[in-house]
T-cell receptor, first 112, second 111 residues
Framework: EAGVTQSPRYAVLQEGQAVSFWCDPI?????LYWYQQPRDQGPQLLVY????????NSQLPSDRFSAVRPKGTNSTLKIQSAKQGDTATYLC??????????FGPGTRLTVL | QQKVQQSPESLTVSEGAMASLNCTFS??????FRWYRQHSAKGLEVLVS????GEKEEGRFTAHLNRANLHVSLHIREPQPSDSAVYLC???????????FGLGTRVSVFP
């Protein structure tokens, strides 16, 4: 069974540029999570979906970050105007009915 | 809001010696705890999940949970150099599905 896949694996951009991250969860998993992990810190939940609905986006910096999961399968996380403070690894995870979360390899973002 | 703290920040052990990691949490009603391992530039690998007080063993990894003391620990039996990684404690709140993580303990195992 394929695990959670993410792309790209790495991204480097200048402040003010936009970037999108893509996540393909494990087939059949209804719940999808996005976490932000700054260097030398633990992951912090940004947003999570059940099917196509946003369940909790309270930690998502809404003015620059957005996340969608239009068909309840793949998901995209977008940063409109990146800042140096956004430098982190962005992790996607999926689960079935809130059970064990399985994590992808992450996208490492560097904002110069 | 749930707070999760881990100690020590880093740990160096010899191959074959027991490694012990600690995690404290603030919400005593939590009942869903996990230990993850994260190798450099890779995703998280779940090691042990524990949901009730006591002990849970998965291979060389054993978790101990004491909710009265707001404490969960991880013991690594006979650690190997390939166990060198960051170990993360995660707690799931009863009212939300997202996990709250600690900052991690960096474990280095030397032959």
């Amino acid at each position: 069974e394929a695990g959670v896949t993410q792309s790209p694996r790495y991204a480097v951009l200048q402040e003010g540029q936009a970037v999108s991250f893509w996540c393909d969860p494990i087939s059949g998993h209804d719940t999808l999570y996005w976490y932000q992990q700054p260097r030398d810190q633990g992951p912090q939940l940004l947003v999570y979906f059940r099917d196509e609905a946003v369940i909790d986006n309270s930690q998502l910096p809404s003015d620059r970050f957005s996340a969608v999961r239009p068909k309840g399968t793949n998901s995209t996380l977008k940063i409109q105007s990146a800042k140096q403070g956004d430098t982190a690894t962005y992790l996607c995870a999926s689960s079935f009915r809130g059970r064990e979360q399985y994590f992808g390899p992450g996208t490492r973002l560097t904002v110069l | 809001q749930q707070k999760v703290q881990q100690s020590p920040e880093s740990l160096t052990v010899s191959e074959g010696a027991m490694a012990s990691l600690n995690c404290t949490f603030s919400d005593g009603t939590s009942n869903n705890f996990r230990w993850y391992r994260q190798h450099s530039a890779k995703g998280l690998e779940v090691l042990v999940s524990i949901f009730s007080d006591g002990e849970k063993e998965e291979g060389r990894f054993t978790a101990h949970l004491n909710r009265a003391n707001l404490h969960v620990s991880l013991h690594i039996r006979e650690p190997q150099p390939s166990d060198s990684a960051v170990y993360l404690c995660a707690v799931r709140n009863n009212y939300a599905q997202g996990l709250t993580f600690g900052l991690g303990t960096r474990v280095s195992v030397f032959p």
